[in-house]
């Protein structure tokens, strides 16, 4: 069963700097993996997706970098400049080479102003 345990998250000051990390628990091999946030009542929006390709949402492009170590199934993100927009739940995600989709549980990253 794969399960993946998002790590990182915390309070830091408005253009600070914190590294989430997210530990897939599993020898599963995926075609993408990548990190999502749901602000408060919203719905859950995309951060960053790496796969065959990178993407970032426009409001992190030139702050935010996703990173991926294949080896240890893990992923990071590396987010600088913080801003208290910023703040929200990040979940881990990943996709598998046939379609299956699973979630972390959340971390919650709040930047105060």
């Known amino acids: 069963q794969v399960r993946l345990v998002e790590s990182g998250g915390g309070l830091v000051q408005a253009g600070g700097s914190l590294r989430l990390s997210c530990d897939a628990s599993?020898?599963?091999?995926?075609?993408?993996m990548g990190w999502y946030r749901q602000f408060s009542g919203n719905e859950r929006e995309l951060v960053a997706l790496?796969?065959?390709?990178?993407n970032y949402a426009d409001s992190v492009k030139g702050r935010f970098t996703i990173s991926r170590d294949n080896a240890k199934n893990t992923v990071y993100l590396q987010m600088n400049s913080l801003k208290p927009e910023d703040t929200a739940v990040y979940y881990c995600?990943?996709?598998?080479?046939?379609?299956?989709?699973?979630w972390g549980k959340g971390t919650l990253v709040t930047v105060s102003s």
């Open positions: 995600n990943a996709v598998s080479r046939v379609g299956v989709e699973f």
């Open positions: 599993s020898p599963t091999s995926f075609a993408a």
């Open positions: 790496t796969g065959g390709t990178t």
